[in-house]
C-alpha cells in the first residue's frame, strides 16, 4: 500500500515545478482546457500543482478527491506556453496519478483499464496484431525501417493504416510493419498511472523494436513516447524517430498527383505533434502541395493550439469534460471558411470526429487527404 513517502519520493523530480506553479501569480488559467470547460479556479493547472503540494507536505490527505482533481489534465502543455518559467505540469500530476493507483484510489476507469490492459495488453481489449497481419501481409519481414502504428489508430481506424501502407509503397518507401501482440508506446498506461504494468510493456516492446535506422508512425504520441521514454533513455537503439507527417512533407513536392484537392481545409494541430515534438510546419506544407488553397487557420493555431481533449487520460478518467473540449474546437472550426477538417493524430481525429457528427463537420486524416490525389 502506498504510504505518504512514497508521494513524497515520486514528486521529488518535480519539486521547482510544484514550487513555482503553487507561487506564481497564475497567468496560465485561461490557457486550460479543462478549467474552461469546469469553470473552477480549483482545476487550473496552478490549482491543481497547489492541491498537489499541499497532500505531498502533509497538509491534507491524498484522497479520492484529490486523485479525482489531478486527472483532470489532458496534458496539452497550452499552459507552459504562457508561462514565464515554461513549467510543465502534467509530469507532476502523472507522478500523483501513479500513488493514486498504488493506493487503490484513482478513479473507478482507471483501474478498470489496468485490468483490462492486462487481459489483451492494450487500451481497447481487441486483437490489434491480427488486424495489423491481415491489413499489410506484405511488410511483415524485417526490414531497416519500421512502421509502428500504435493502438488507437488500428483499433479506430484501421482503414487509414491500409491507406498508408499503400501511399509509402506508391512512394517507393521499403519498410516493415510492427505486428507485435502489443502494439502500443505504453503512453496510456503511464499517463494514467499504471507504471507498474507500464514497467512490464516497456521491457517487452523496447526488445521488439531496437536496431532500426528509421521508426514512422502515424500517432505523435507514439513519435513522442518512444523519443523521450525509449530513445533517450537508451532503452532502444534506433537512427531516429518521426512522424509520418514529416516524411511524407519531405517527399511530397516532388510527387505527381492525379488530381489536387478543391476543398479547403483547416488543420488541428494535435499536442503532441506541435507543442511536444514542435512539428508544425510539415502538415501545412503537405497541404499546400496536394489542395489548390493553403490551410485554413484557427485563430488559435500552431503553438496556441486548443487541445482535441484526448491526452493525458482525459477521456478516460473524465469522458464529459473531454468531449466538452472537442466540442469547442469544433464550434471554433464552424466559424471558418473551410470545408473539411484535417488533422494528423488518431485520437485527434477520433474526439473530434465524435464531437463534429451532429454538426455534419467532416474529419479527415492527412494519410485520407494524400491518397485522394496520388
Given at each position: 500500500?502506498?504510504?505518504?513517502?512514497?508521494?513524497?519520493?515520486?514528486?521529488?523530480?518535480?519539486?521547482?515545478?510544484?514550487?513555482?506553479?503553487?507561487y506564481?501569480?497564475?497567468?496560465?488559467?485561461?490557457?486550460?482546457?479543462?478549467?474552461?470547460?469546469?469553470?473552477?479556479?480549483?482545476?487550473?493547472?496552478?490549482?491543481k500543482?497547489?492541491?498537489?503540494?499541499?497532500?505531498?507536505?502533509?497538509?491534507?490527505?491524498?484522497?479520492?478527491e484529490?486523485?479525482?482533481?489531478?486527472?483532470?489534465?489532458?496534458?496539452?502543455?497550452?499552459?507552459?506556453?504562457?508561462?514565464?518559467?515554461?513549467?510543465?505540469?502534467?509530469?507532476?500530476?502523472?507522478?500523483?496519478?501513479?500513488?493514486?493507483?498504488?493506493?487503490?484510489?484513482?478513479?473507478?476507469?482507471?483501474?478498470?483499464?489496468?485490468?483490462?490492459?492486462?487481459?489483451?495488453?492494450?487500451?481497447?481489449?481487441?486483437?490489434?496484431?491480427?488486424?495489423?497481419?491481415?491489413?499489410?501481409?506484405?511488410?511483415?519481414?524485417?526490414?531497416?525501417?519500421?512502421?509502428?502504428?500504435g493502438?488507437?489508430?488500428?483499433?479506430?481506424?484501421?482503414?487509414?493504416?491500409?491507406?498508408?501502407?499503400?501511399?509509402?509503397?506508391?512512394?517507393?518507401?521499403?519498410?516493415?510493419?510492427?505486428?507485435?501482440?502489443?502494439?502500443?508506446?505504453?503512453?496510456?498506461?503511464?499517463?494514467?498511472?499504471?507504471?507498474?504494468?507500464?514497467?512490464?510493456?516497456?521491457?517487452?516492446?523496447?526488445?521488439?523494436?531496437?536496431?532500426?535506422?528509421?521508426?514512422?508512425?502515424?500517432?505523435?504520441?507514439?513519435?513522442?513516447?518512444?523519443?523521450?521514454?525509449?530513445?533517450?533513455?537508451?532503452?532502444?537503439?534506433?537512427?531516429?524517430?518521426r512522424?509520418?507527417?514529416?516524411?511524407?512533407?519531405?517527399?511530397?513536392?516532388?510527387?505527381?498527383?492525379?488530381?489536387?484537392?478543391?476543398?479547403?481545409?483547416?488543420?488541428?494541430?494535435?499536442?503532441?505533434?506541435?507543442?511536444?515534438?514542435?512539428?508544425?510546419?510539415?502538415?501545412?506544407?503537405?497541404?499546400?502541395?496536394?489542395?489548390?488553397?493553403?490551410?485554413?487557420?484557427?485563430?488559435?493555431?500552431?503553438e496556441?493550439?486548443?487541445?482535441?481533449?484526448?491526452?493525458?487520460?482525459?477521456?478516460?478518467?473524465?469522458?464529459?469534460?473531454?468531449?466538452?473540449?472537442?466540442?469547442?474546437?469544433?464550434?471554433?472550426?464552424?466559424?471558418?471558411?473551410?470545408?473539411?477538417?484535417?488533422?494528423?493524430?488518431?485520437?485527434?481525429?477520433?474526439m473530434?470526429?465524435?464531437?463534429?457528427?451532429?454538426?455534419n463537420?467532416?474529419?479527415?486524416?492527412?494519410?485520407?487527404?494524400?491518397?485522394?490525389?496520388?
Amino acid at each position: 500500500m502506498a504510504t505518504d513517502s512514497d508521494l513524497q519520493a515520486l514528486l521529488k523530480p518535480y519539486e521547482r515545478e510544484i514550487e513555482y506553479c503553487s507561487y506564481c501569480p497564475k497567468l496560465c488559467r485561461f490557457a486550460c482546457p479543462v478549467a474552461l470547460i469546469t469553470c473552477s479556479e480549483v482545476s487550473t493547472p496552478t490549482g491543481k500543482m497547489t492541491i498537489l503540494k499541499l497532500a505531498r507536505d502533509g497538509a491534507i490527505e491524498f484522497d479520492t478527491e484529490v486523485a479525482e482533481l489531478i486527472y483532470q489534465c489532458s496534458g496539452c502543455l497550452a499552459s507552459r506556453t504562457y508561462c514565464e518559467h515554461q513549467i510543465e505540469v502534467i509530469g507532476a500530476f502523472e507522478a500523483g496519478r501513479a500513488f493514486a493507483v498504488d493506493k487503490g484510489i484513482a478513479p473507478k476507469r482507471v483501474q478498470e483499464f489496468g485490468e483490462r490492459w492486462q487481459k489483451k495488453a492494450n487500451p481497447y481489449g481487441d486483437d490489434l496484431a491480427e488486424k495489423i497481419k491481415k491489413l499489410a501481409p506484405n511488410h511483415l519481414a524485417k526490414k531497416n525501417i519500421l512502421l509502428f502504428t500504435g493502438c488507437t489508430m488500428p483499433h479506430f481506424f484501421p482503414e487509414r493504416i491500409e491507406k498508408l501502407v499503400k501511399i509509402l509503397e506508391k512512394l517507393g518507401l521499403d519498410f516493415q510493419i510492427f505486428d507485435g501482440e502489443r502494439t502500443c508506446c505504453g503512453y496510456p498506461l503511464y499517463t494514467s498511472g499504471h507504471w507498474k504494468i507500464y514497467e512490464e510493456q516497456k521491457k517487452w516492446l523496447s526488445e521488439k523494436i531496437t536496431g532500426y535506422d528509421l521508426i514512422l508512425s502515424p500517432c505523435p504520441t507514439c513519435v513522442w513516447f518512444l523519443k523521450e521514454h525509449y530513445q533517450k533513455q537508451g532503452l532502444i537503439e534506433v537512427g531516429e524517430v518521426r512522424h509520418t507527417s514529416e516524411w511524407l512533407a519531405s517527399v511530397m513536392s516532388g510527387v505527381e498527383l492525379k488530381s489536387k484537392l478543391l476543398k479547403k481545409v483547416a488543420y488541428h494541430d494535435p499536442c503532441h505533434l506541435g507543442r511536444y515534438l514542435g512539428v508544425y510546419d510539415e502538415p501545412r506544407q503537405i497541404i499546400a502541395s496536394i489542395s489548390e488553397f493553403p490551410a485554413v487557420e484557427f485563430y488559435e493555431n500552431k503553438e496556441d493550439g486548443f487541445c482535441c481533449g484526448g491526452g493525458g487520460a482525459l477521456s478516460l478518467s473524465h469522458p464529459q469534460i473531454a468531449r466538452e473540449i472537442a466540442k469547442k474546437r469544433i464550434e471554433d472550426f464552424k466559424e471558418l471558411s473551410a470545408d473539411l477538417l484535417a488533422t494528423s493524430c488518431p485520437m485527434c481525429e477520433r474526439m473530434l470526429e465524435r464531437a463534429g457528427k451532429e454538426q455534419n463537420v467532416e474529419v479527415v486524416d492527412l494519410i485520407d487527404l494524400i491518397a485522394q490525389v496520388i
